[in-house]
Structure formats: C-alpha cells, structure tokens
C-alpha cells in the first residue's frame, strides 16, 4: 500500500505568506506551501523558462542571536554541501541566490515521493528484505557524500524520499541543513540550537563530541531498527531524556520484536548502533558490503562493475570453410592432448604485514585508504601486502585544512613511514566563488538583527515537521531543559 501525499491546502496561507503566487529571480513561481519548519520552508516552484517543477527552500530570518553572518555561513555551507554532490540517490541542486528582501534561496530538483516517515506511519514496519534495499540507497548516497567531505548529521525517517520509478521504489536522501560546518579549525555553532533529531542523534551529537563519517553510520542503525520493527531504539518522555538515552540506555534487540532476521542482519544494526564511535563500522563502505550480504544482494546491484566480453567468432559463409575448420580444429586437439606439457598450479599470492607508520603536522588527522577509516594521526598500522605490488591510497583530512592524498606501494617492504605537512586552507569569499558553475552569486543585501532568542515560526496548516524538508533545529534557553525540536515524535512509533 502506497500512501497518497495530501495536498497542502495553501488559501490559508496566501494572505500572509509573501512568497506564494511571486517570482523569484524572475525564473521561479512560487506555485504551493509544501512544508515549514524551524529554520526554512519548502515551497513547489516552477521555473519559468524550462517549464519544470522544482523545490525552493527559503530560510526564515536568522536565530543566531542577532548574528547574520552566521546565518548566511550555514546557508552556504548546505548550498556548497549540495553543489559538489552528483549521485542518483541525492537530492539534486539546481541554483541558489538571495532575494532582493534579504532571504536565501536553495533551488533543487522536485522529487516526486513520499517521507519514509509517512510510509512508515501507515505500514509500521517493512519487511526485512524492502527494508535492506532502502536503506542500501541511502547508504550509497552518504558514502559519496562522504568521499565528498560532506556529513548529513540529520538523517531520519522525515529525510528520505521515496518514490516509484519504472515498479521499483527509489530513495533520495534530502535536507543537508545541517552538514558540517567549518572555519578555518573553529566549528560555528550556534548557542542553544539543538542540532538534530533526538531519536536519531548519536551519543558524540548529544555530548557535543566529535562529528565523522561515524555519526551518520549510527544513525543508519537507527533507521535500520525503525524500519525493522516498528519503533525507535531509544525513546524518553521528553526530548532531553530520548538524547539521554541514546547515551546510557543499552542496545535493544532486534530480534525480540522480529524473530525471524536474515542472517547477520542483528549483528549489523547492533553494530552500528555502539555507542563509542571506534567500536561501529569505520567506512559506509563496511556497512554497505555487510548490509548487502545480510540480504543476499548482489554485488553488480549496488557496485559499478566492469564486464570483459570475449568478442564472438564469426559464422563462415563458405560451408566448405567450416568443414575444413571443423577437420583441422579435430587434428589440433589431437597434437596438442599428445603434446601439451604438463599444466602448472597457480602460484599462491603471498601476504606480507606491513607496519606503516602515518604522521600528519599537525597531528589529529584522520587518515583513510581505499575507502576505510585507518584512524587519528599520529597512527601505527599493519596492513596485508598482496603480491608482488600493492599501491596503496592513504587519504588525511584535519578540519580546516587541505586534504592531502599519498600513494605508496607496500608490497615487499617490512615497515613504511609515511608524514605529511597539511596546508591551511585558504580564506576566500564563497560568495564570489560559487561551488558550481550553475550556481548564481548571491546579491548582497543587511539582514536585519533578530532578537536573542526567537521562537521558531508556527507550522502552517496543511505543512508537517515530517516532511522531507523541514530542519530539526529549534531555538533553546541554555540554562533551561532543551524544548522540543522541530520532527520530535513523543510516541517512539511516530
């Protein structure tokens, strides 16, 4: 059962929201409310001069204590977020700018589909098998995001779409509002702000450690568990007591509200839902190899794969010819069983551990090769050689710094040491340096000062927090228990 999306009754709305009925740059109507939350809404535009359907996010006025210069740097930081990713299950975007009012604008790529949540509001659970093909598109899709530098750090239910193509469903992961973002080696954030989903958050989210590719990898896990049985992992009565949770309580067993699991499928999802972040899969690439195993996927479906064709013989057109063929093909596989020296065994590849040692100036790096997570420099490793060259990739990234990237055959050498200098990254002007050709400066207008604290704006009718679109932020006394944020579900079964 494919449940319908309501349509979003906007005649409540048009009198008192300025963007409904305009133009935005002059190459997008704005056509209905599609949703609203905390910090944007999501409206279902048309662009004018190519006659298609898309979706403009605009940002409600800054909560950052009165400071626009923070809220613009989140603004371009989802715009670049999403301008260096290319992948058939993310949200694609198409161009961002600023109106001549002051707000930012994301335009993407419309997507014809249905909230995980809102599937799983009206099935519950899915069945283990459709449940291990959804969530191996997502785990696509942050694995390219994460070989592009990009955390989610909000996945949930509410930011998967899912819609039919050719009989078969489709995921796109959508809302990038709250990747990583950096300056030079400080993290902007922005006080109060509770930055995520509380029944998606990873126990480093709640504590305010450190975000890596391992964030998104448990929540994963925690999709997984919703998926599979119906309810979160781990719920409270409140906001703060289900991010307390997450932090304390132990893992519940998925088996205990779905007996009959493919195999592996538990160790999976009680993998990726440790709690210390070295004790999960280290790579979506681990999790993605796992995954597909659990479910008896192939490979070729989820892996690009390179095919060798042995070219075809061609007929002869001559029966004569293929007489004479057929004689002499005969006469050769006599000579040669009378003939042939004695086949030779296939020499065994040898593997030879290898201790590489990995230094970064400075040190607290994080080094990757062939797509897995190796550790924090400074780092002593050993690898398995394997055969007579192996060329290996050792990858290192440090917040504000440039990544560098090292190559180095390990075959036949006993230890290795490898150090790099990681250069700063430069200071430039985003504005004037767009992340991708189709994407327009902005056009520079002040933004007013908002107050200190500012209570989100109300959710129009007909607009939910579960949709796709809608943020998870939300704005908090400090000194006070932290208020609901925007998609927080009081009932662990949504």
């Keep these: 059962m494919r449940p319908t999306e309501p349509a979003v009754d906007n005649r409540a709305t048009r009198t008192n929201d300025p963007f409904l009925g305009r133009e935005i740059a002059g190459r997008y109507r704005i056509d209905r409310l599609i949703a609203k939350g905390g910090m944007g809404s999501v409206y279902q535009a048309q662009q004018v001069e190519l006659g298609r359907k898309v979706a403009v996010k605009i940002l409600h006025e800054p909560h950052d204590n009165g400071d626009?210069?923070?809220?613009?740097?989140?603004?371009?930081?989802?715009?670049s977020a999403l301008a260096r990713l290319s992948h058939p299950h993310t949200v694609t975007l198409h161009d961002y700018g600023q109106t001549p009012q002051g707000s930012f604008y994301l335009v993407m790529e419309y997507i014809d589909g249905v909230p995980l949540s809102r599937l799983l509001k009206v099935e519950k659970r899915l069945a283990p098998d459709r449940c291990i093909r959804l969530m191996l598109q997502v785990t696509r899709a942050l694995k390219h995001a994460?070989?592009?530098?990009?955390?989610?750090?909000?996945?949930?239910?509410?930011?998967l779409l899912i819609r039919q193509e050719e009989g078969?469903?489709?995921?796109?992961?959508?809302?990038?509002?709250?990747?990583?973002?950096?300056?030079?080696?400080?993290?902007?954030?922005?006080?109060?702000m509770i930055m995520g989903s509380p029944h998606c958050m990873a126990p480093e989210q709640v504590e305010g450690?450190?975000?890596?590719?391992?964030?998104?990898?448990?929540?994963?896990?925690?999709?997984?568990?919703?998926?599979?049985?119906?309810?979160?992992?781990?719920?409270?009565?409140?906001?703060?007591?289900?991010?307390?949770?997450?932090?304390?309580?132990?893992?519940?067993?998925v088996s205990e509200y779905l007996p009959a699991l493919p195999d592996g499928l538990e160790e999976v999802v009680t993998r990726c839902l440790q709690k210390d972040p070295n004790d999960r899969y280290q790579s979506m690439n681990q999790l993605l190899r796992d995954l597909a195993a659990s479910g008896e996927v192939s490979t070729e479906d989820f892996t690009p794969v390179s095919t060798i064709m042995e070219p075809q013989?061609?007929?002869?057109?001559?029966p004569l010819l293929l007489g004479a063929a057929v004689a002499l093909t005969l006469v050769g596989g006599t000579l040669y069983w009378l003939f042939a020296p004695t086949p030779q065994p296939t020499p065994i590849v040898q593997r030879l551990p290898v201790e590489v040692a990995l230094r970064s100036t400075p040190s607290g790096a994080q080094v990757y090769s062939r797509d897995l997570f190796l550790g924090v420099t400074p780092l002593?490793?050993?690898?398995?050689?394997?055969?007579?060259?192996?060329?290996?990739?050792?990858?290192?990234?440090?917040?504000?710094?440039?990544?560098?990237?090292?190559?180095?055959?390990?075959?036949?050498?006993?230890a290795l040491e490898i150090e790099v200098d990681l250069a700063p990254e430069p200071v430039e002007e985003p504005i004037t340096t767009p992340p991708d050709p189709v994407v327009k400066p902005l056009r520079h207008k002040p933004v007013a000062k908002a107050p200190a604290v500012e209570t989100p704006p109300p959710v129009s009718e007909g607009a939910t927090d579960d949709s796709p679109w809608a943020t998870g932020g939300s704005s908090t006394e400090t000194t006070e228990e932290p208020a609901t944020p925007e998609g927080y579900k009081e009932n662990p079964f949504d």
């Excluded at 994460?146 to 930011?159: C, F």
């Excluded at 450690?209 to 919703?226: K, N, P, Q, V």
């Excluded at 050689?385 to 006993?414: T, Y």
């Design 68 to 79: 626009p210069a923070a809220f613009e740097g989140r603004f371009l930081l989802e715009a």
């Design 146 to 159: 994460h070989r592009h530098g990009t955390i989610h750090r909000d996945l949930k239910p509410g930011n």
């Design 168 to 192: 078969e469903e489709v995921v796109k992961v959508v809302d990038f509002g709250l990747v990583k973002l950096k300056e030079g080696d400080q993290h902007i954030t922005v006080t109060g």
């Design 209 to 253: 450690g450190t975000i890596d590719e391992r964030t998104d990898i448990y929540a994963m896990g925690i999709l997984l568990f919703r998926c599979l049985t119906g309810t979160y992992p781990f719920h409270g009565k409140t906001a703060a007591a289900t991010m307390i949770a997450q932090v304390n309580d132990a893992i519940p067993c």
């Design 313 to 318: 013989q061609q007929e002869s057109r001559v």
């Design 380 to 414: 002593n490793v050993q690898l398995q050689a394997e055969g007579e060259h192996d060329e290996r990739d050792f990858v290192f990234q440090l917040d504000g710094h440039v990544q560098a990237k090292v190559l180095r055959d390990v075959a036949g050498q006993e």
